[in-house]
């Protein structure tokens, strides 16, 4: 069983939908992070979190630490939003390094 | 300012040959890890450097991989007698593990990758 996971792993959403993508762990973490990966581009940083909520522009995230749980959320979701959206958290004494889920893939259709 | 920049962005090499890929870090970026995205395995963390010593090398596949950091900079990944399976996108991130209100921080910013495939 993999430590991270996610769900679902493909979504397929309408411009303008409010889009949840969830990731489960089962390991105790120091901290949360959520990516984003364009189709042949590189992996951009959107999130760290070790508590609570995050909010930058129309992204937002959470975690609940008693639930092992975090949710990424996009609201009025726009064809740009179409990436692969990773999961990975750091494992309590694991020098940071990261653990990563297999990831998101989502395609926001105009 | 610069990012976090890899080289080369693509390398072609036969089966049995040895690649160096470089990593160049974002300036006074202590901490430095190399991981690898293969297809249908995702991203796994390879090894992580602090500074120039690596403290945890436990994602190196086997004893044909290894890497230096010099001068705190810059990161080579050697990869001996290449096999088909270390065809991958390697992937070079650093951080600059400080603090920030009093919490560690450690936001880690990608390079672009080097796409290795070992024909």
């Known amino acids: 069983k993999n430590e991270v996971e996610q769900s679902p792993q493909n979504l397929t959403a309408q411009e303008g939908e409010f889009i949840t993508i969830n990731c489960s762990y089962s390991?105790?973490?120091?901290?949360l992070h959520w990516l984003q990966q364009h189709p042949g581009g590189g992996i951009v940083s959107l999130f760290m979190l070790s508590s609570g909520k995050k909010k930058h522009g129309r992204l937002i995230a959470t975690i609940n630490i008693q639930e092992k749980h975090s949710s990424l959320h996009i609201t009025a979701s726009h064809p740009r939003d179409s990436a692969v959206y990773i999961c990975a958290v750091e494992i309590q004494g694991s020098n940071y390094k990261l653990t990563f889920g297999k990831g998101t893939l989502l395609t926001v259709n105009p | 300012g610069a990012g976090v920049s890899q080289s080369p962005s693509n390398k072609v090499t036969e089966k049995g040959k040895d690649v160096e890929l470089r990593c160049d870090p974002i300036s006074g970026h202590t901490a430095l890890y190399w991981y690898r995205q293969s297809l249908g395995q995702g991203l796994e963390f390879l090894i992580y450097f602090q500074g120039n010593s690596a403290p945890d090398k436990s994602g190196l596949p086997s004893d044909r991989f290894s890497a230096e950091r010099t001068g705190g900079s810059v990161s080579t990944l050697t990869i001996q007698r290449t096999q088909q399976e270390d065809s991958a996108v390697y992937l070079c991130a650093s951080s600059p593990r400080g603090l920030a209100g009093g919490r560690s921080y450690n936001e880690q910013f990608f390079g672009p990758g080097t796409r290795l495939t070992v024909l």
């Open positions: 390991v105790g973490i120091s901290a």
